[in-house]
């Protein structure tokens, strides 16, 4: 196969050779991907302005945001069994480090939360509770690592994902977690439940991943 | 006269299937429209980074691609290259032999489509199966995908139900919620039984070796947590020097294809799994495809080799909307296609070089490309290509110029003209003389003539200055 390689860099080098100068690397200004405060309920300070107003709490305006792409933003683990006791979802895997703090409010008989993901039953658990490494607010977006939620399937196969998030995990926009990316052989942001919009255009939640994309803040 | 193939398969096209592109189309180029403004300053700005960003990158892929071929190594990847579409997929069925692996599910990559992935692998007994849902529904039906981002714009929900009947996921059905669940429930074991996930890269950063995955649905997600082995097939362009210039390029990609700020998953793959995770691929491998790539980049149309397959240059293209994406009859369709597919056809390059002809040069297609790719001006380069190869496509349907040539040379015979034109304005369209005006008669009206009204017009005024 190197044969391959050195041809096609060959090829590479040959196609590049005539011109007689390359385009050089632009730096740009991180003012160019600003958002502009103009959606959801947190208006910019002085409208028209770009950039995030200032002072906006980043989970209030996360949680805008994900709200925007049918995603719920969540306070506090009574609130999250509420609405899973609501919707009858009861079979559930949780992350072994969360458990401690959920173990309480998901009780046994009601709920049955497995703490191990078993792969060859994957299809059996209605929600699935994992930790966040962070998010963005201008996007609502969750960023899962394979350090944090070593269970991918946890936070894929099940119709309902809980994400847990600190406040202080937030960042504002996609610059800043691109710098902020973590060391982790995956790195993966969730923007909202699963969805395709194949059949005639016509939007349809919880494809291949969930149905329910939670986000939710512990202290 | 003989038409261009394009318009034929444009007349030909049903009621229904012209309408479901136009309309789906036109509907994803006005959300974006009126998102890019809204969320940016100065998108125009934005756009030009964005082109500058993969010009640089293209022009300096000598560089960049052994960079990230180390970067890659480093990171637990093992690299590997194909000249060729076979080579390509000779290169992943080797990957699956030596795993013994049989069964592969695909998220949804336009560079499989090109090299024929699926066809070559089910030739060898190994199940192939596409896992995005519309790729899936091109697949049991035999068919391609029209669109490069929707890839099942010319189809019905009533096809669809149709197909599923068929294919045995449940009776007629075509509820677009109903047919989801139904493919949601189909595809699920088959990530878990397939050996190997086989995924597209959107962009791959030459600083951290870094791959780019971006989808909706999470079935890339998915295939890289069932599967032990995950391939990721590559066309060199695919570069992009630093990390942080993602930031320019993924706020662009999803606004211009689907107008959502960021795909639902964007995923970062720098590598296989840790030993001690339980779940995604214990190997990782990366196949760098040329078919055709070092070519273009030789070529005077290099630029398009920036496209990062949004499809908003398709979405906004009159020709596209009234043609559909099969006229193209080429893995890409659309402006972008009219360009990349003649050139990436290599000798077959007379076979497809009407494709450049395929545009009234209306420029919306540079308008809204998030790269700024000057497609009018690669699409006239193209059209010179074919007329100086001879390209017998490149001609059809295109009155010859010498008669216009000789006349313009004639002063005489041009006054006459001129005058004789005035006979167009009754004499009935079936008996014009030129087939080439009969031909654009048949569908439009020639605006009336007015031969000889500015060398009246000029004459008089060139008296007045005289006085």
Redesign the interface.
């Known amino acids: 196969?190197s044969g391959?390689?050195e041809?096609?860099?060959g090829?590479?080098?040959?196609?590049?050779a005539p011109?007689k100068e390359?385009?050089?690397?632009?730096d740009?200004d991180?003012?160019?991907?600003?958002?502009?405060g103009?959606?959801g309920a947190v208006p910019a300070a002085n409208p028209g302005e770009?950039g995030l107003a200032p002072k906006v709490d980043l989970w209030t305006l996360f949680a805008e945001r994900l709200r925007a792409?049918h995603g719920l933003p969540m306070e506090g683990e009574a609130a999250l069994a509420q609405w899973l006791k609501e919707n009858g979802w009861t079979e559930g895997y949780c992350d072994p480090k969360l458990w401690p703090h959920f173990k309480a409010s998901l009780p046994e008989p009601t709920f049955h939360v497995s703490t191990v993901?078993d792969?060859a039953n994957?299809?059996n658990y209605q929600f699935g509770i994992t930790i966040a490494s962070g998010a963005i607010a201008?996007?609502g977006?969750l960023v899962l690592t394979?350090r944090d939620t070593?269970?991918?399937?946890g936070a894929?196969?099940p119709w309902a994902h809980v994400a847990v998030i600190r406040r202080e995990q937030i960042v504002p926009d996609?610059?800043s977690a691109?710098?902020t990316?973590p060391l982790?052989?995956?790195?993966?942001?969730?923007?909202?439940?699963?969805?395709?919009?194949?059949?005639?255009?016509?939007l349809?939640e919880?494809?291949?991943?969930?149905g329910q994309q939670v986000a939710l803040l512990i202290p | 006269m003989k038409k261009q193939p394009i318009d034929t398969f444009a007349e030909n096209l049903t009621a229904e299937k012209h309408a479901?592109v136009r309309?789906?189309t036109k509907?994803?180029h006005e959300k974006r429209s009126v998102m890019l403004p809204?969320?940016?300053?100065?998108p125009q700005?934005?756009r030009e980074?964005a082109g500058?960003?993969k010009?640089?990158a293209i022009?300096?892929?000598?560089t960049y691609?052994?960079q990230v071929e180390a970067k890659l190594q480093s990171?637990g990847v093992q690299v590997?290259?194909?000249?060729t579409a076979d080579?390509a997929c000779a290169?992943v069925h080797r990957i699956m032999q030596a795993r013994q692996a049989t069964k592969l599910v695909k998220a949804k990559t336009m560079v499989s489509e090109e090299i024929g992935l699926a066809e070559y692998l089910e030739e060898r007994g190994i199940e192939s199966l596409e896992?995005?849902?519309?790729e899936f529904?091109v697949q049991i039906d035999g068919d391609h995908p029209s669109h490069i981002v929707?890839?099942?714009?010319h189809k019905?929900?009533r096809e669809?139900a149709v197909s599923f009947e068929r294919e045995g996921l449940g009776a007629y059905n075509d509820d677009?919620?109903t047919?989801?669940?139904r493919?949601?429930r189909w595809?699920?074991p088959k990530?878990?039984e397939a050996q190997v996930g086989l995924t597209g890269a959107n962009f791959v950063s030459a600083e951290s070796g870094?791959i780019v995955l971006v989808t909706?649905?999470?079935?890339s997600?998915?295939s890289?947590?069932?599967p032990r082995c995950h391939i990721a097939l590559i066309g060199?362009e695919k570069i992009v020097?630093r990390?942080?210039?993602?930031?320019?390029l993924?706020?662009l990609l999803a606004r211009s294809a689907?107008a959502?700020?960021?795909?639902?998953?964007?995923?970062?793959?720098?590598?296989?799994?840790?030993a001690?995770?339980?779940?995604?691929p214990e190997e990782m491998h990366v196949v760098?495809v040329?078919n055709g790539r070092?070519?273009v980049?030789?070529s005077e149309c290099?630029e398009i080799l920036r496209c990062i397959r949004c499809g908003a240059c398709l979405n906004v293209c009159p020709v596209y909307r009234q043609a559909s994406g099969h006229a193209y009859r080429s893995v890409y369709p659309g402006p972008v296609g009219a360009v990349l597919s003649p050139l990436l056809a290599g000798k077959r390059f007379p076979e497809l070089a009407d494709l450049p002809k395929a545009s009234s040069l209306c420029g919306a297609c540079n308008e809204v490309c998030p790269v700024n790719i000057p497609i009018p001006d690669l699409l006239l380069r193209l059209r010179n290509r074919g007329k100086e190869e001879h390209a017998e496509l490149a001609s059809v349907a295109t009155p010859g110029l010498a008669g216009w040539a000789w006349l313009a040379s004639q002063p005489t015979a041009w006054k006459t003209a001129l005058v004789a034109g005035k006979a167009m304005n009754v004499v009935p369209s079936a008996l014009l003389p030129v087939p080439a005006l009969r031909a654009w008669e048949k569908d439009r009206t020639l605006p009336e003539w007015r031969g000889g009204e500015f060398r009246k017009w000029w004459r008089k005024n060139e008296r007045k200055t005289e006085l």
């Not at chain 1, 919880?206 to 969930?210: A, E, I, K």
């Not at chain 2, 909706?216 to 079935?219: F, H, K, L, Q, T």
């Open positions: 196969m391959a390689r041809k096609i860099l090829r590479v080098q040959a196609a590049l011109l390359r385009s050089p690397l632009p740009w991180p003012v160019l991907i600003e958002r502009r103009a959606i770009p792409l993901f792969r994957y299809d201008e996007t977006t394979d070593p269970s991918r399937l894929l196969a996609v610059a691109l710098a990316m982790d052989p995956n790195v993966i942001w969730v923007s909202g439940p699963s969805k395709t919009a194949d059949v005639e255009g016509i349809i919880g494809v291949h991943g969930p | 479901a309309g789906g509907a994803t809204e969320h940016f300053q100065n700005r934005l980074m500058e960003i010009q640089h022009e300096n892929l000598d691609l052994p990171n590997h290259w194909a000249e080579e290169t896992t995005d849902l519309g529904i929707r890839p099942i714009i019905s929900r669809i677009p919620a047919i989801t669940q493919a949601r595809l699920r990530y878990m870094r909706n649905e999470g079935n997600r998915f890289l947590a069932g060199i020097p990390d942080r210039d993602l930031g320019v993924l706020n689907t959502q700020p960021l795909t639902v998953y964007t995923e970062f793959i720098s590598g296989p799994k840790l001690d995770r339980p779940d995604g760098f040329d070092t070519e980049l030789a290099r």
